[in-house]
């Protein structure tokens, strides 16, 4: 029998699809994330099945029993507790084992936060990069920032509340003051998508708690998201970033470097040609 890899909501229940509600009712066994959690989505529909906690403290152990019991000819149904299993969720190593097993394996397409959140973000969906959760860690998390710096795609990431103030900052200084958009609490009551460049969406936080689940999109490093930064000379900019970000001469260098796919050394370069210049013509 298959193993089904069911999307369940992100938030509204009524983003559930009917194939969902139809396989969850007539599989042998749900395995589930949190059982309690999923248990109250199954009483919602009043669907009424066995249940078993898969998630990632347990999974290597319990991905072997569950495709054991798939080889045998049971069928089980993989839920997280929101949005689509393998999405930042338990479900890689099941799938895996089943497929090494001869298992079929099927996917119940639903909801998930990377497609909503960047769908409606503003910013191009022609090519996007998933890049899950940011590091916890600020040294980690800005090695991760500095390895997708020259991706072109839009970036998506998930992010906590504690930790996105903190991570909006270093993406400011090592993407740059990029177009961006947050998207908290999507599909539920308070629903709110944040657009602008980076440093808008952290004067928001400056001003509001950071609540609820967030998706943060960011533009790609591409040649029309420079093109604002691109209309101003570099000496202007630099001026630009240390007065409205209150950063020291070096970090605005830094940042204005970063933002126009410079390296340190190009970008003072730069200033001197702009600088000399600017005395050329004062003299001429």
């Not at 270093?170 to 908290?184: F, H, K, N, T």
């Not at 790609?220 to 630099?238: A, M, T």
Request: aromatic letters at 4%; one cysteine or more; a negative charge.
């Amino acid at each position: 029998m298959p193993l089904y890899i069911v999307s369940t909501p992100i938030g509204n229940l009524e983003d559930v699809t009917l194939r969902a509600l139809r396989v969850l009712k007539e599989v042998e066994l749900i395995a589930c994330e949190d059982t309690r959690h999923t248990r109250r989505l199954l009483d919602h529909f009043g669907i009424s099945k066995p249940t078993v906690s898969y998630h990632e403290h347990n999974e290597p152990k319990r991905a072997a029993e569950l495709a054991e019991r798939l080889f045998r000819g049971e069928s089980i149904a993989l839920v997280t507790d929101a949005g689509t299993p393998g999405i930042s969720d338990p479900a890689y190593r099941i799938v895996v084992a089943a497929i090494e097993r001869g298992v079929t394996v099927t996917p119940i397409p639903g909801a998930t936060a990377v497609i909503a959140g960047l769908v409606a973000s503003g910013l191009p969906t022609d090519s996007f990069l998933f890049a899950g959760f940011l590091p916890h860690k600020k040294q980690a998390r800005r090695a991760r920032l500095e390895e997708l710096r020259p991706e072109r795609a839009t970036l998506v990431f998930y992010e906590t509340p504690h930790r996105i103030r903190e991570a909006l900052l270093d993406v400011r200084e090592i993407l740059g003051d990029r177009p961006a958009a947050l998207a908290r609490e999507l599909t539920k009551l308070h629903e709110q998508f944040i657009r602008g460049a980076v440093s808008e969406i952290i004067a928001h936080f400056d001003a509001n708690e950071p609540r609820g689940e967030m998706t943060l999109v960011i533009a790609g490093n591409r040649e029309d998201n420079l093109k604002q930064v691109e209309s101003i000379s570099i000496s202007e900019q630099v001026e630009l970033l240390a007065r409205e970000q209150g950063l020291s001469r070096g970090d605005a260098i830094k940042q204005a470097a970063r933002s126009r796919g410079l390296s340190k050394r190009e970008a003072y370069q730069l200033l001197l040609d702009e600088k000399e210049s600017n005395e050329n013509e004062d003299t001429g």
